[in-house]
């Protein structure tokens, strides 16, 4: 009896443990990627003293912004759109356009280096997370709904996590 209840006391930890486990993970999926991959690299205090917190919650936390709360989303200028956190070029405003989202949307980067694309399924849906190449914050994600021509593509990104280098 006493080995019964210990063995059932024992897997109910296990589980118990499992469960945080996979909360943790959980946590871990929804911050920067391993900063190895990046060439820019700074400290989380280094971040959060250079970025407004907005800005640190959407590009190193992958948080999204309120739909239409961005500048960018009515801006039309002709510039450059770069990373808020490092300045790396990521969109033309050539390639700008209204998809109606609430979010300034690109139908393609600035070249193929520019940004990366990363799987995301959080939220219990699949979807393709683009970052800053260089400096691995989160920059919204790119949907292949067919609103961006020629490509079909619409880089939906959060304003909050761009600057705009005006021509």
């Known amino acids: ?5 210990f063995s059932i006391l024992c897997l109910c930890g ?6 945080g486990l996979q909360s943790g993970a959980e946590t871990t999926t929804t911050t920067v990627d391993s900063m190895q991959d ?3 690299q700074k400290t989380d205090a280094e971040w959060q003293s250079q970025l407004s ?4 919650r959407v590009l190193r936390q992958k948080g999204t912004e309120r739909p ?3 500048e960018y989303e009515t801006l039309w200028d002709s510039g ?7 300045g790396a070029e990521l969109f033309t405003s050539d390639t700008k356009f209204d998809a109606g989202c609430g979010w300034p949307s690109f139908y393609q980067s600035i070249n193929k280096s520019a940004v990366k694309e990363i799987v995301d399924t959080s939220h219990g849906m699949t979807r393709t997370e683009v970052v800053c ?7 919204g994600h790119v949907f ?5 021509q020629p490509t079909g593509l619409r880089y939906c990104i959060n304003g909050v996590s761009l600057g705009f280098k005006k021509k």
Request: aromatic share 18%.
């Open 53 to 56: 917190e907005d800005e640190y």
């Open 14 to 19: 296990i589980f118990v443990s499992s469960c």
């Open 133 to 139: 190449a260089a400096c691995g914050g989160h920059l």
């Open 144 to 148: 292949t709904d067919g609103y961006g």
């Open 38 to 40: 990046y060439t820019v």
């Open 1 to 5: 009896m006493f080995k019964s209840t």
């Open 80 to 86: 450059t759109y770069v990373c808020k956190g490092c």
């Open 68 to 70: 239409y709360t961005s």
